[in-house]
């Protein structure tokens, strides 16, 4: 008969080798258990692992859609809100305007009605959002509007040498005095009109893009979600105002002043059914984002499905796994250090 010796070093270090393992297993057993799928989705899933890619791939496309379209939805609740003060400060414009026409107001109130407005479009138009300006258009980086109650702005600079060059003075000076309605009214039409409706605008007034920011809402689906200075809308809101400033806190005879105000009084007429049309636009493009979120959030739940089906773990059988693992661990432990404590001192 042969003796076979058994070498307890032997011995732990096989324990130790099965105690790794284990450990191994208890790590992936461990996530499987808390992510609910499997650790390893090409060793599970072998040749359908590429579905599970793919599956995946199309889920992080439609989730990082609908981030953007919360982005989207923010920005133009924001847009809207604006909307609503612009439309609200040229209400009051009208309003005051009404009132210098019937000739019941102090010029002074009719030219604070005015610089109220110009003051209120340059801070609306000019609110930024995330670190973008929101009527910026493309440009969303640039300030879009130039305060025109500045010293330094461009635009009043145009304007008060577009009157000095039309009449040969300024409207400060007495011998505006002299000036009548037809006078201010060939003004209006031929000098200070283009600065506004034309090509003025972009030169002395706006920053901004006629294009607007176009965003993808959903798979197969963009649309534009912002609104440009540039728009008309907004523009005969600056030329109503400017023009109450201007001829109110002049030298403007009264036949004058009263024919600026009619005309100013009928651009902000406009300019207010042109804003209201501009915010039912800006509703329907949010109803938009809204149904597109909607509708992906569906297909979300779907792909999720489908990859669950194909990745998803049973979560009693992942909890066995773990438990079983970790008592294993624990009596290899155990036997480990009973097998250390093994000497041939102990039985001599």
Known sequence: MKAVSVSSAAISNAMRYSQTRMQVDLVKAQKELDSGKVADTGLALGARSAQAVNFQRDLDRLNAIVDSNALVAARLKSTQDSLGHIVSATQSLVNALTVAVAGD???????????????????????SMNGEYLFAGTNTDVRPLDDYMSP???????????????????????????????????????????????????????????????????????????????????????????????????????????????????????????????????????????????????????????????EGVDPYEAANRVNDLMSHIQTSFALTARIQQLSLLNYL
């Open 105 to 127: 107001a102090p010029d002074s109130v009719t030219a604070k009605s005015g610089s109220t407005a110009l003051q209120s479009l340059a801070t609306v138009l000019n609110a």
């Open 152 to 310: 330094s702005s461009p635009a009043k600079a145009a304007f008060d040498a577009a009157f000095l060059s039309h009449f040969g003075f300024t409207k400060d000076d007495p011998a505006a005095a002299g000036i009548t309605a037809a006078d201010i009214g060939t003004f209006m039409s031929a000098v200070v009109e283009p600065q506004f409706l034309g090509a003025g605008w972009e030169a002395n007034w706006s920053n901004a893009t006629d294009q607007t920011i176009v965003s993808r809402i959903a798979l197969n689906e963009t649309t534009q979600t912002s609104v440009s200075a540039n728009n008309e809308g907004l523009r005969k809101v600056a030329m109503a105002a400017t023009l109450a400033f201007e001829a109110f806190s002049g030298n403007l005879s009264e036949e004058a002043k009263k024919a600026v105000a009619q005309r100013a009084q009928a651009l902000a007429g406009e300019a207010v059914a042109d804003l209201g049309q501009l915010q039912s636009q800006t509703g329907i493009i949010q109803n938009r984002v809204s149904d597109a979120s909607t509708r992906i959030n569906t297909q979300i739940d779907l792909f999720e499905k489908h990859i669950l089906d194909l």
